[in-house]
């Protein structure tokens, strides 16, 4: 632990302090007050006594008392240590000097000194001590400070920037395919203010499944970004999420046509309204000569993850087995899924990691997943607008040509990687990809879900309806069986059928009015 | 005739190539990286003291210094290193001379504060006793210090309160500085104004911090700052002061009590194993006060960037005379605390930026080390500059023969006892 200089007493001294005044004395004490009245030694012993008992310095306590009467202090409230009331500091030594005359006079018991002509020929003007803790009454901080602070915190940052940032600084062209959906106001919102924080232009082509609707653009319209475009596309997004997959990637490839017939300078990045940014990450992107991999993290569904199943089955192996409680919170370590190149110890690349996904206790997803990620997303690779320009010639050859991988003879969806005619020569990121700087959140709310339109109510909510039919399946959640009720709760033969099994008819009313009352455990 | 006048010429010439160099520096440094530090003494930070003095250092046995090193090498990396750095600095330094008699300032190699406990603290009990040893010892063996009654002489005494020899304020007070030491210059860590452990002409030094420790942790410039004040140590010392209060004077557990939850203030007690990379990411960095107002802090702010925030009352900065503190650092008083936040965000942002300008200067870092091997510029390079800037000396200190004015047999009792 840091310590401050000097703070290495050996406590063995300092102990013997707590005991009053007869241990400040030290063997180099040659000043002692020679006519000590018999009084006053009485007087010193019962402090002595007195502060072994209660334990704390009863003499400085005494003086306090005494000073607090002449030093009216301002409004700061005062504390000490843990077991004091409030204390005031003991005020200047030069006036000390004239009380200390006044007092031994008055009542020298009440003083602790023993060598007074030393203490008068010191020039201390801060004092040597007890002093207050000032505390102020109101600790919170006052937000126009704080903003103050954020103002101040945000200038010399960019004071650092312009200092040591980074020199190259290539506009951003940032693909972005989009639809209205209720989650897309959360998604949306947070890339928004990513490209608008980007310390280079950014160029935002943002393309939209089902046509430009005003909703989108209500949210874009928020964005600070050097040029917005705002495209259509005309097929409304699917339900299925292999088909979203395809048709977003025909929606991008859309996008890069756009570049590719204005002829945009810059780097282009497939910045996924599901993806968190960091700001690394554009200037990272800068590196790029022509293409581009980086590391993307998976959120959303990590190893870790238990299911609703597993976990209850653990609270019954709690209760019914004995030994077994560190089940339900045994440390599962976190394996972020990682998805990106992945290089030799030359920073060579070998190969990519791909994401798979853990299996479920249902089968239920994994039919669908993993047809869906057995190959590198979009976001993992970062070009150089160069690369999907007319003018071939320019480009190096292992770059295919646009109508060679864009728009693939058999109908399948394109794949940013078929690009690439020689997978060695990307251009590996962030720190050859252990540098996770884009992180995929994997959470949507359901296809069918309803949102009012810019997530604004006029009206209060009267009927909620539940969402219905959407291609997803749901989970069924099985309610786990409660543990058996303690004897004396139910009366008669309703105890043994348990709780949640309704009996209708059988007994008769009585027992059927006390299975009806479900056991809420 | 001829020589002065080609004299004269030839000093003209130089003269007009050092304007002319001057000029010049003064527009390549339009850059803004850093500024240029100019304290009350003027633009004398990166002055070169070799030629301007010369210290002649006394042989000692090596009872009063290679003995302690022998016996706890523990004395080479702690704060208080620098009178062993200082020692081994001036015996292969230019500025050394073999003839005493051309010396300006005299050195005795006495380390006082290599005396550790077991757990590495130096117990300050014996130092008067050696101090005083060493001085019979060269008052007896060379003629230089009866000439002066050490009023040419210096000492490095980097004790907590410097020659009071105690680590206790209120115990160094009522000992005052060494009385044999009345007359010679001293190069302490110490410096607070008004203050008996504090005496008139001297060297106030930062403590020594080991550079490579942390000259390996620096990250890229590039990255932001983000935390407005850091500040990692005691605020409370339990095992000193069980009552609370006298740490610090309260200085410490106010900051804690205030800004305990200040979202601003990453504050705690908690050392951890990137507290300088922490720092370099941190705009301001607290340095309070403890038992005594000096701490490393200080220096690893000013390497790291960080502004130093100092909360220590009348306190004297290191070579306060040739670094411009009021504008490099922020002072606050210690009644002030409670309002530390306010004061701290309502330093305008150019302020801010010219204090960081400041920080950067190359010079100014150097200045705070004791580099090992040594470096222009350095610590050890300001001492001397230090020592340079107090020459000539006044001809009063140089006694008539058989003139006496130190007293010996002033000081407590304990002190008189031979070592």
Not at chain 1, 269 to 284: G, K, M, P, Q, Y
Not at chain 1, 451 to 457: D, E, F, G
Not at chain 2, 266 to 279: G, K, L
């Amino acid at each position: 632990m840091k310590k401050a200089a000097g703070s290495h007493r050996p406590t063995r001294m300092r102990s013997k302090n707590r005991s009053g005044f007869s241990s400040d004395q030290t063997s180099d004490t040659a000043f002692r007050s020679t006519s000590i009245s018999f009084f006053r030694i009485f007087i010193q012993c019962m402090f002595c006594i007195g502060t072994l008992i209660v334990g704390f310095r009863f003499t400085r306590e005494a003086h306090f008392l005494r000073a607090s009467f002449h030093h009216p202090e301002d409004s700061f409230s005062r504390r000490t240590g843990a077991r004091m009331g409030s204390l005031v500091s003991i005020g200047n030594r030069s006036d000390l000097d004239l009380r200390i005359q006044e007092e031994i006079a008055n009542d020298p018991e009440a003083f602790r000194l023993e060598n007074s002509e030393t203490i008068i020929r010191s020039r201390v003007r801060v004092d040597v001590g007890r002093h207050a803790i000032l505390i102020r009454p109101w600790p919170h901080p006052d937000p126009f400070e704080v903003i103050q602070a954020h103002h101040l915190i945000a200038r010399v940052q960019m004071e650092q920037w312009q200092l040591y940032g980074s020199k190259e600084s290539k506009p951003i062209i940032a693909i972005t395919t989009t639809f209205v959906r209720s989650f897309q106001a959360v998604h949306l919102t947070g890339l928004l203010h990513t490209l608008s924080l980007v310390p280079v232009h950014v160029t935002w082509i943002v393309m939209e499944a089902g046509g430009v609707t005003n909703e989108t653009a209500y949210f874009l319209s928020k964005a600070r970004v050097h040029r917005l475009l705002h495209l259509g596309f005309g097929d409304a997004m699917p339900a299925g999420l292999k088909e979203r997959g395809q048709l977003e990637a025909h929606m991008r490839v859309e996008g890069l046509r756009y570049v590719r017939e204005e002829k945009m300078e810059g780097i282009v990045v497939f910045a996924d309204e599901s993806n968190l940014h960091s700001l690394d990450f554009f200037t990272e992107a800068q590196k790029v000569d022509w293409v581009g991999a980086l590391s993307i993290g998976l959120l959303g569904f990590a190893g870790f993850e238990e299911t609703a199943q597993s976990r209850i089955a653990d609270v019954h192996q709690e209760e019914v087995g004995a030994g077994r409680r560190d089940n339900l919170f045994s440390r599962r370590t976190f394996e972020p899924q990682v998805q990106g190149p992945s290089c030799d110890s030359e920073g060579n690349l070998v190969g990519w990691h791909i994401f798979d996904p853990l299996p479920l206790e249902e089968e239920v997803y994994t039919g669908i997943m993993l047809a869906q990620n057995r190959r590198l997303e979009w976001p993992n690779f970062v070009l150089n607008a160069r690369a999907v320009w007319k003018t071939e010639g320019n480009q190096p050859e292992w770059i295919k040509s646009w109508d060679e991988w864009a728009t693939p003879k058999d109908g399948s969806a394109p794949d940013i990687k078929a690009i690439l005619r020689d997978d060695k020569q990307v251009k590996v990121l962030g720190d050859c990809g252990r540098k996770v700087l884009l992180w995929w959140l994997r959470a949507e709310a359901r296809a069918d879900s309803r949102h009012p339109a810019n997530w604004v109510l006029d009206e209060n909510l009267e009927i909620i309806v539940p969402a219905k039919s959407t291609p997803w399946p749901d989970r069924p959640v099985r309610v786990p069986p409660p543990p058996p009720p303690p004897a004396a709760a139910t009366v008669g033969t309703g105890s043994k059928r348990g709780a949640g099994s309704r009996v209708s008819g059988g007994k008769g009313r009585r027992s059927k009015r006390r299975q009806s009352r479900p056991n809420i455990s | 005739m001829t020589k002065d006048r080609r004299y004269g010429n030839f000093s003209l010439l130089t003269s007009f190539g050092l304007l002319l160099l001057f000029l010049c520096q003064q527009v390549s440094l339009a850059a803004v990286h850093h500024q240029r530090i100019s304290g009350s003494a003027g633009d004398v930070l990166e002055d070169n003291p070799v030629g301007r003095l010369k210290v002649f250092v006394y042989e000692l046995p090596s009872k009063y210094n290679k003995k302690w090193l022998e016996k706890d090498p523990r004395c080479l990396t702690h704060m208080f290193a620098a009178e062993e750095f200082v020692h081994d600095f001036l015996l292969a330094s230019p500025v050394r001379t073999m003839n005493p008699e051309e010396a300006d300032w005299f050195y005795t190699p006495v380390y006082t504060t290599c005396d550790l406990t077991p757990n590495g603290l130096p117990l300050p009990f014996k130092s008067p006793r050696m101090m005083r040893s060493a001085i019979s010892y060269i008052s007896t063996h060379w003629p230089f210090w009866n000439r002066t009654e050490g009023g040419d002489h210096f000492f490095v005494v980097p004790h907590d309160f410097g020659a009071c020899f105690h680590y206790q304020e209120e115990k160094a007070i009522e000992r005052g500085v060494l009385p044999l030491l009345k007359r010679s210059t001293l190069v302490q860590t110490f410096g607070q104004n008004h203050h008996v452990c504090l005496k008139e002409g001297s060297i106030v030094v930062p403590p020594y911090a080991p550079p490579e420790k942390m000259q390996s942790r620096f990250i890229p410039p590039s990255t932001p700052r983000s935390i407005f004040v850091y500040f990692r140590g005691l605020f409370y010392d339990v095992g000193n002061d069980p009552e609370g209060g006298y740490y610090a004077r309260g200085a410490r557990a106010a900051v804690w009590e205030n800004f305990k939850d200040n979202p601003l203030f990453d504050i705690s007690t908690q050392h951890p194993s990137t507290y300088y990379e922490d720092m370099q990411r941190a705009i301001f960095c607290l340095c309070p006060l403890g038992w005594a107002p000096w701490s490393p802090r200080l220096v690893e702010g000013v390497i790291f960037g960080c502004i130093p925030v100092i909360i220590a009352d009348d306190i004297v900065l290191p070579f306060a005379d040739a670094i411009p503190w009021e504008k490099i650092g922020v002072f606050v008083a210690e009644k002030d605390v409670p309002n530390l936040d306010k004061i701290l965000s309502l330093i305008s942002p150019e302020e801010v930026l010219e204090k960081q300008r400041l920080l950067a200067n190359p010079a100014m870092k150097q200045a705070m080390l004791f580099s090992q091997p040594t470096l222009p510029g350095d610590a050890f390079h300001q001492i001397l500059n230090g020592l340079a800037r107090k020459l000539p000396h006044d001809p009063q200190i140089y006694l008539k023969p058989g003139q006496t004015v130190l007293n010996w047999t002033e000081g407590p009792a304990g002190d008189l006892k031979p070592w």
